[in-house]
């Protein structure tokens, strides 16, 4: 592919991650178009670049999958259920392409535009925030949670995308402004995913700790510093803030309706045999009234387990051909996404905002690798890129 189709590509990815996260604001959600508007372009982006080989055909059994839990459960056919399944068919296709030709540079450089667009615009909503103390800022969205996880891919893209060291400053930056969130889930996911990335970008065990000591510490050191400041200055938002991560208040509530909201989701898909292997369709939880706060269990109750075992399959592929290719750091996504998936419904269904991250940092990883082995500098696996130095944890080619 020409070097004009590498930076087509580059604007189109970028697009949908753009588009995703709009849908997921308070500029989005239910009955806006961003989400269709970014499967759109997702659709033409897979049109353009599908070159599907025997090897890669397992990936689209989910979507086939899929398909058959719609028409085994015609009768409770809808738009919104057939939207759902198309949805979910786009983004799995996304994990189904072999490597493409991508203008790294050019896809690197617009993600640190959007990175400090977000990083700027959540600044300023947080000190506007200051004069009202109402505790946990919301930011873009009317859901805690939804920021937090905006913050946390931001993170996640800075550890990928900002090759300088001055990295590390805007990966705290977000940090921190995950905590002011309230979200205790999004503070897990970020700890996880920088731990796990010390601990994979270096080869050498010891290393490998002390860059998660040094790390660990200086968060810790700058965290410190932050409350003192914050309770010379603003007290009462600190007061409200610290009342979200104090276990006893409100964790008996909020285990009691998750247990509620995971036995409705079981019932549904246990309901009968054929629900419980290709699910009850993607209009199963419309008498519910609720999702299931539960990738898993909402993926079967859709779709059934049969879809489930085969998605997870799919994605241990993925990461294992990522690995193979001395991608090894994509762990450091994975694990902590597919752990919080057991509290929240994000992964294997519709077009989510951190299931396309997977997606979006797969396909611009693998593009890396192919470029690297045009170059020569790729090896087989058990010497992986000779790109992978000074901790970057991904290949540092050039577009």
């Given at each position: 592919m020409s070097q004009r189709g590498g930076d087509l590509n580059a604007v189109l990815l970028f697009s949908v991650l753009v588009l995703v996260t709009l849908y997921q604001s308070e500029l989005g959600l239910a009955g806006t178009i961003w989400n269709k508007l970014a499967a759109s372009v997702a659709v033409f982006w897979i049109y353009r670049n599908f070159k599907l080989s025997f090897v890669h055909s397992v990936y689209i059994v989910p979507i086939f999958l899929a398909f058959v839990s719609?028409?085994?459960?015609?009768?409770?056919?809808?738009?919104?259920?057939l939207w759902s399944i198309l949805a979910t068919s786009i983004s799995l296709?996304?994990?189904?392409?072999?490597?493409?030709?991508?203008?790294?540079?050019?896809?690197?450089?617009?993600?640190?535009?959007?990175?400090?667009v977000i990083?700027?615009?959540?600044?300023?909503?947080?000190?506007?925030?200051?004069?009202?103390?109402?505790?946990?800022?919301?930011?873009?969205?009317?859901?805690r949670a939804a920021s937090a996880w905006l913050?946390?891919?931001?993170?996640?893209?800075?550890?990928?995308?900002?090759?300088?060291?001055?990295?590390?400053?805007?990966?705290?930056?977000?940090?921190l402004i995950i905590i002011t969130t309230g979200s205790r889930?999004?503070?897990?996911?970020?700890?996880?995913?920088?731990?796990?990335?010390?601990?994979?970008?270096?080869?050498?065990?010891?290393?490998?700790?002390?860059?998660?000591?040094?790390?660990?510490?200086?968060?810790?050191?700058?965290?410190v510093l932050g409350l003192f400041i914050a309770q010379r200055l603003i007290p009462e938002h600190l007061s409200n803030l610290v009342s979200r991560f104090r276990l006893a208040e409100g964790a008996s509530a909020l285990v009691s309706n998750r247990i509620e909201v995971w036995d409705a989701a079981l019932s549904v898909w246990l309901e009968t045999d054929?629900?419980?292997?290709?699910?009850?369709?993607?209009?199963?939880?419309?008498?519910?009234?609720?999702?299931?706060?539960n990738s898993y269990l909402e993926a079967?109750?859709?779709?059934?387990?049969?879809?489930?075992?085969?998605?997870?399959?799919?994605?241990?592929?993925?990461?294992?051909?990522?690995?193979?290719?001395?991608?090894?750091?994509?762990?450091?996504?994975?694990?902590?996404?597919?752990?919080?998936?057991?509290?929240?419904?994000?992964?294997?269904?519709?077009?989510?905002?951190?299931?396309y991250l997977l997606a979006f940092l797969g396909i611009y990883l693998h593009s890396q690798s192919s470029r690297a082995q045009a170059a020569g500098t790729y090896r087989t696996r058990s010497k992986p890129f000779v790109a992978l130095q000074h901790g970057s944890g991904h290949a540092a080619t050039r577009a």
């Open positions: 719609l028409g085994v459960n015609f009768e409770a056919f809808s738009t919104s259920g296709a996304l994990f189904a392409l072999r490597p493409i030709a991508l203008n790294s540079r050019l896809l690197r450089q617009l993600v640190v535009v959007y990175l400090f990083l700027t615009i959540s600044v300023a909503l947080f000190a506007q925030s200051l004069g009202a103390n109402e505790g946990p800022n919301l930011y873009f969205h009317v859901n913050f946390y891919q931001c993170s996640v893209l800075s550890l990928f995308f900002i090759e300088s060291r001055t990295k590390w400053l805007i990966i705290i930056a977000f940090g889930g999004g503070i897990v996911a970020f700890g996880a995913s920088l731990t796990l990335y010390s601990l994979l970008s270096h080869r050498d065990l010891f290393r490998s700790l002390m860059a998660i000591f040094k790390r660990l510490l200086a968060l810790g050191a700058i965290l054929l629900s419980t292997l290709l699910g009850a369709g993607p209009s199963a939880f419309a008498l519910v009234g609720t999702g299931a706060h079967a109750a859709l779709h059934g387990v049969v879809f489930v075992l085969i998605s997870l399959f799919v994605l241990f592929l993925w990461n294992r051909s990522l690995v193979r290719r001395g991608h090894t750091v994509i762990l450091a996504l994975t694990i902590p996404l597919l752990i919080y998936g057991a509290t929240d419904s994000f992964l294997f269904t519709g077009m989510r905002q951190l299931w």
